[in-house]
């Protein structure tokens, strides 16, 4: 462990042991596969509980900018895993308990992390999204769409309601209230260039260009914005569809306008665009680069 976990007491970043998941660092980018393709990338207790310890500990994280969220092979997420979901409940426990404790509470959490996680998570996602896997693609700040992408509310199928996982608190914001019941209220699917076309994604391209388009995207944010920007843009913009009242949503804007203005980076900007500075900056560009202070 370096000294800034040693000193500080924090977790030791080391993303290689999940079996699950799997983690690839291409420098602040970080991306983040769900890794069980031969059963579609269902939520299986283990992929479920390695996906929230990765969100837990790469908070704390300051090398990692920008997370993209896949899925190997042809599935994004199907859902829950039907092997896990037959598991006994444990003996101390019964039946309603066991839901609220442990199955309701670990699926869920992953929504409450990734809303929690202050770096931005861009999905590059293809084939499947079902149930759980709708809630995790909507969850995602920004979203490529695979041309094979297909988005349905699953969990109707088997007796359950249509929202779970804070689909119902996303997809609305994101589609508008009508197309998001129309989507939640039935087991249909919805491809990639309707969802698009109701503003679900940023763009549709075909498969193996997905995950290099967010990632490319990724690296442009790490780019062009402060660190310390970059983590508070997503804040006040989570604060917002919270529901923040309008006056206090510009307190917020206010406070971290001025966090940003009094840090290196917030400083080294203001060198940059003085006017005076513009032929050194031609000159020497990474002299005048952010540097995650």
Known sequence: ??????????????????????????????????????????????????????????????????IVLTGEGRSFCAGFNLDDHALPHP?????????????????????VYMHRC??????????YAVGGGLSLACACDMRILGESFKMNAGYLAIGLTGTDMSGSFYLPKIIGYERAYRVLSSTDRFDAET?????????????????????????????????FGLRLTKEAMLSSIDGTCFETQIK????????????????????????KNKEAVKADPQKYRFRNL
């Open 1 to 66: 462990m370096s000294v800034y976990q040693d000193q500080y007491h924090l977790p030791a970043f080391d993303y290689g042991s999940y079996e699950k998941i799997k983690i690839e660092q291409d420098g602040p980018v970080y991306i983040c596969s769900f890794d069980d393709p031969g059963n579609l990338n269902a939520m299986s207790y283990l992929q479920m509980s390695e996906f929230n310890d990765f969100l837990l500990k790469v908070r704390l994280d300051k090398d990692c900018r920008v």
């Open 91 to 111: 003996d101390d426990m019964g039946e309603t308990q066991y839901m609220y404790y442990i199955m309701q509470r670990i699926c869920s959490d992953q929504a």
């Open 118 to 127: 202050e770096q931005t998570i861009i999905g590059a996602l293809k084939g």
């Open 195 to 227: 969802l698009h076309s109701w503003g679900f994604g940023l763009k549709v391209v075909p498969d193996d260009e997905a995950v290099a388009e967010a990632v490319a995207l990724a690296h442009h944010l790490c780019e062009t914005t402060s660190p």
């Open 252 to 275: 917020m804007e206010n406070r971290n306008q001025v966090l940003g203005t009094i840090t290196d980076d917030g400083r080294m900007g203001r060198l940059k665009m003085n006017p």
